[in-house]
């Protein structure tokens, strides 16, 4: 079983908890199994479904720390509420232009919240422990999204072509068996599952269990069903404001895990990276096909003027200024100014 550690949740106490008979390991996987349904569950349901006796699931409910089958359920759908509400069951009070008007400055302090509690809560052991799995190019390394996420581990997938190739991007809803055929016990799987949870991740994560490969995953909520199918769980806190709830943990946990991948690898493959964009002509920036020996004598830095050397006309608030024409586009130059005072 996976280590389920995360406060004072189900899944926590069933971690702490060892069921040392076979009736208990019985229950313990039933319950991990039939999570979050088994919150509305009845009694004699849970019993016949177990196939177990009421005395016995009873001994172990009190067992995990709850006084009756009452306070079991009550506790259970106080954590499902928590756990697995969506934008269609959040409650935004409208507050009209006047709301609005302060929307930037909340969203900002809310995300500054955010960051904070996440620093406090992810450790630089645990965050080491995926870097160390990450990097290592020799292991096939599928990239999976559970659910509103895809974005961001596409992003990732980008940054870490930077530093490693040998890398599989699967969103949840294209998930093939030809995607995983070739996944062994040398493989790793990350799954950004925020918010909501999907049976094609979670079977993805059985499927890597099974053949003895190595799954990380990273989730917002305490309760994830997702959670006993990883080897290893980063829970990233985030703010709720208004109808969505905010990603800029993720956001900067996939930037920080990219940062962390650099290697004696990541400079050749960065140039070999834009050597293809430059063929491909992708992107508008001044390349050597019309600007002869420009990155090689200092790029754009090149054009700007060294520190005591006047320009041709200055401005009367210093700095830099640069103009930019239609013409000059036309005609293939920069069209820069420089007003230095």
Do not use: W
Not at 5 to 31: C, K, M, N, W
Not at 195 to 201: E, G, P, T, V, Y
């Amino acid at each position: 079983m996976a280590d389920l550690e995360h406060g004072d949740s189900f899944y926590s106490r069933i971690s702490r908890v060892d069921a040392s008979t076979p009736t208990e390991r019985a229950l313990a996987q039933y319950f991990i199994d039939r999570f979050p349904q088994l919150a509305f569950d009845k009694l004699d349901d849970v019993c016949q479904a177990a196939h177990t006796s009421t005395a016995s699931v009873l001994r172990y409910i009190r067992k995990l720390g709850y006084k009756d089958f009452r306070a079991f359920s009550q506790e259970l759908r106080a954590e499902v509420a928590e756990n697995f509400d969506s934008p269609a069951d959040r409650r935004v009070k409208h507050d009209g232009v006047s709301g609005a008007s302060s929307m930037f400055r909340q969203r900002v302090n809310a995300a500054m919240t955010n960051l904070q509690d996440m620093s406090s809560l992810v450790t630089d052991d645990d965050f080491a422990t995926v870097v160390d799995l990450v990097r290592d190019s020799t292991r096939t390394l599928y990239l999976v999204n559970s659910a509103g996420d895809a974005s961001l581990i596409m992003y990732f997938y980008a940054m870490a072509h930077y530093h490693r190739d040998n890398m599989v991007l699967i969103p949840t809803l294209a998930l093939r068996g030809s995607e995983l055929v070739g996944a062994d016990e040398r493989s790793v799987m990350l799954v950004s599952a925020f918010d909501r949870s999907s049976f094609a991740a979670r079977a993805a994560l059985e499927l890597m269990r099974e053949r003895g490969a190595t799954s990380v995953l990273l989730t917002n909520r305490a309760s994830s069903p997702l959670l006993p199918y990883a080897d290893h769980t980063i829970v990233i806190p985030s703010v709720l404001q208004g109808r969505m709830s905010s990603r800029v943990g993720f956001l900067v946990f996939f930037e920080a895990l990219a940062a962390a991948m650099e290697n004696e690898q990541s400079t050749a493959r960065s140039q070999a990276i834009r050597a293809v964009d430059d063929e491909l002509g992708l992107y508008i920036s001044p390349t050597t096909a019309t600007n002869s020996g420009f990155f090689e004598s200092g790029g754009l830095a090149s054009l700007l003027p060294t520190h005591g050397s006047k320009s041709s006309s200055t401005g009367k608030s210093g700095g830099v200024s640069h103009g930019y024409s239609r013409s000059s586009a036309r005609s293939g130059t920069l069209g820069a100014s420089h007003h230095l005072k």
